[in-house]
């Protein structure tokens, strides 16, 4: 798995304004792979870039433990496999507003958040007809 890029996942790359998850909610489109699910809402932007947030449900998990491991799982998957995203909003001249939901009932195992997450993204990837700004 040799892949060219950076990896980090820093403050700025992550979705916590209220406006804009909001947005994301309402506005925001929905994609699926497993109990991984996408919200995303495109924009122009003159600076492309990519924002990203994760959430889990209390009502399966009512642990913060096991909440609080989930999300970090989940942000793990995304920051080893962001680079096409990143690369799509520059080519595209867009900003991305990404979050992830985990709705499954149980506690996942990281091999199966990674391949979820990397689903999602590609078919996030092979929507070009919704990425169109």
Same mark, same amino acid.
Request: with cysteine; charged share 25%; aromatic share 8%.
């Given at each position: 798995?040799? *892949?060219? /890029?950076? +990896?980090?996942?820093?403050?700025?790359?992550?979705?916590?304004?209220?406006?804009?998850? *909001?947005?994301?909610?309402?506005? /925001?489109?929905?994609? +699926?792979? /497993?109990?991984?699910?996408?919200?995303y809402?495109?924009?122009?932007?003159?600076?492309?870039?990519? *924002?990203?947030?994760?959430?889990?449900?209390?009502?399966?998990f009512?642990?913060?433990?096991?909440?609080?491991?989930?999300?970090?799982?989940?942000?793990?998957?995304?920051?080893?496999?962001?680079?096409?995203?990143k690369?799509?909003?520059?080519?595209?001249?867009? !900003?991305?507003?990404?979050?992830?939901?985990?709705?499954?009932?149980?506690?996942?195992? +990281?091999?199966?958040? +990674?391949? *979820?997450?990397?689903?999602?993204?590609?078919?996030?990837?092979? !929507?070009?007809?919704?990425?169109?700004?």
């Open positions: 798995m040799q *892949q060219t /890029g950076t +990896y980090t996942f820093s403050k700025s790359a992550r979705l916590k304004s209220r406006k804009k998850l *909001q947005q994301v909610f309402s506005k /925001g489109r929905r994609l +699926y792979a /497993g109990p991984v699910k996408l919200l809402l495109k924009e122009p932007a003159e600076e492309p870039g990519v *924002q990203c947030g994760v959430g889990v449900s209390s009502r399966y009512k642990k913060a433990v096991d909440r609080n491991r989930i999300k970090r799982l989940l942000r793990e998957a995304y920051r080893l496999q962001q680079q096409p995203v690369e799509m909003a520059v080519r595209t001249n867009s !900003s991305l507003s990404l979050f992830f939901l985990f709705t499954g009932r149980e506690l996942p195992l +990281y091999p199966d958040i +990674y391949k *979820q997450v990397g689903n999602v993204l590609k078919k996030l990837g092979n !929507s070009p007809d919704e990425m169109a700004p």
